[in-house]
């Protein structure tokens, strides 16, 4: 079979994840030999490197032309990825004495890293798919993940638009998981890239095609349709990393007539804030958002509040 540009693009960015996951590892292991060897810096090289080559990819193939923001979106979207940082320092910190209790406890430390790295994406990605699945369910959940359903068009910046509260407990949950699991150091560096930069791939703008790669990984094409103001195409593909649990929980979708939905945002809520401190205060403002979109809040084949 004849391979298209498009199909390039698809696995080609995939497996930049892959090398960049293990130039993180390889980084980790010199600087270990160095003066700083506490300081954990390849998994972020790699995410910057990484983040600027989807950018260059976004402005020269967009899947769409109109899914490029305006500088008001960038901008808060900016702002979003300095609270997700923030948030992370936070919240590892303060589960560093539970850390240190846990580690090692399911020995993964044991496994080849690559094995380790899988075993560590599995699991996470099974937990947080459920979460994100109850996320949609369960309308307390709903209020604070509609955050990151609030844009009305998919960029690589708006993969990290999350609420504090939301973005707060997920990070906890994850520090423990991976404190459970006992993840070597080289494991932990390898997972940390691809968490890093699958989310900027997952959500990115940019014209490809995943074939073959929808079978393992949670990818542009795949996430695009979870992000369609269409509840029945919403509700599906919750995976962060991979779609296996997807395809094991029934929440696989994967359409072949289409190759994307016709919108994306909260079909229920057109009027929905979009700047960074109405965002952040909109879960504990519902009834006031009720009340503007109170002609649209009933209809039927959108997402659930």
Not at 16 to 30: C, E, F, H, I, S
Not at 65 to 76: C, H, I, N
Not at 114 to 131: E, N, T, W
Not at 149 to 171: G, K
Request: hydrophobic content about 45%.
């Amino acid at each position: 079979m004849r391979l298209r540009r498009d199909d390039l693009v698809g696995w080609g960015l995939h497996a930049l994840v892959v090398a960049g996951a293990t130039a993180a590892v390889a980084v980790d292991r010199r600087l270990r030999r160095s003066r700083f060897p506490k300081v954990q810096v390849g998994a972020p090289a790699a995410s910057v490197a990484f983040y600027g080559l989807i950018w260059a990819v976004e402005s020269q193939q967009p899947a769409r032309a109109d899914w490029r923001p305006d500088a008001a979106e960038a901008r808060t979207d900016g702002i979003f990825l300095g609270s997700v940082v923030a948030t992370q320092v936070v919240a590892q910190a303060l589960v560093a004495p539970v850390r240190r209790r846990m580690r090692r406890t399911l020995g993964v430390h044991r496994l080849p890293t690559p094995v380790g790295v899988a075993v560590a994406v599995l699991a996470y990605d099974l937990v947080h798919s459920r979460l994100h699945h109850l996320g949609h369910r369960w309308g307390p959940a709903w209020r604070f993940h509609s955050v990151h359903h609030s844009p009305e068009r998919l960029y690589w910046f708006n993969a990290t638009r999350f609420h504090t509260v939301e973005m707060f407990l997920d990070m906890t949950l994850e520090t423990l998981l991976v404190s459970t699991l006992g993840l070597s150091r080289d494991q932990h560096v390898g997972y940390d890239a691809v968490r890093g930069l699958y989310g900027q791939l997952q959500h990115c703008n940019i014209r490809l095609r995943s074939g073959a790669l929808d079978h393992v990984f949670s990818t542009p094409d795949l996430h695009r349709w979870h992000h369609s103001t269409v509840y029945a195409e919403g509700d599906t593909n919750y995976g962060a990393i991979t779609s296996i649990w997807d395809r094991v929980f029934g929440t696989f979708f994967r359409p072949t007539d289409r190759v994307g939905p016709d919108q994306v945002g909260i079909g229920r809520m057109p009027d929905f804030p979009q700047e960074f401190v109405e965002l952040e205060r909109a879960p504990f403002e519902w009834a006031a958002i009720r009340e503007r979109n109170v002609t649209t809040w009933f209809d039927d084949d959108v997402r659930t509040a």
